[in-house]
């Protein structure tokens, strides 16, 4: 009984994860959308080939850029950053204007801390980028501030 309440909670755990970026993934077959996403392994070949370490990415696992400067494309990812500014799950840890042109969001996943977003809405172009893996609140600091060079 004790390996089926495991085996239970491991999938249901798994399931949780591939959910999360379920609001992401749409966009990877979307045509007015550019959209990368880059794993873990990217990252290692990045340090093998340059044989420097890429310390200011921490634990990244992945890293998904999403952006779009067409009517159709922009309008959705408006939605989805309306979403993420009004879903419970979602934290807003910081909002920055530049003037009228350009709003910044940094939010976080409560329910995995190990995922920051960071979504920008500007006149002529809207972007999310998702780093997620298990990096410390100090990298997280790092990354934002470009510190770790």
């Given at each position: ?121 500007e ?25 770790g060079?």
């Amino acid at each position: 009984m004790k390996r089926l309440i495991i085996t239970i909670a491991i999938i249901a755990c798994t399931f949780a994860a591939m959910a999360q970026n379920k609001i992401f993934e749409k966009y990877a077959k979307m045509e007015d959308v550019d959209y990368v996403c880059i794993n873990k392994a990217m990252f290692n070949l990045a340090n093998s080939v340059l044989d420097a370490e890429l310390s200011n990415l921490g634990g990244i696992e992945k890293m998904l850029i999403i952006s779009s400067n067409t009517a159709k494309g922009k309008s959705q990812i408006d939605k989805d950053i309306e979403v993420l500014s009004n879903d419970k799950n979602y934290e807003i840890l910081m909002t920055a204007r530049d003037g009228s042109d350009n709003v910044v969001f940094f939010f976080t996943d409560k329910r995995n801390p190990h995922e920051l977003i960071i979504a920008t809405q500007e006149k002529e172009e809207s972007s999310i980028i998702v780093y997620a893996g298990n990096f410390s609140s100090k990298e997280v600091f790092e990354m934002l501030n470009g510190e770790g060079d």
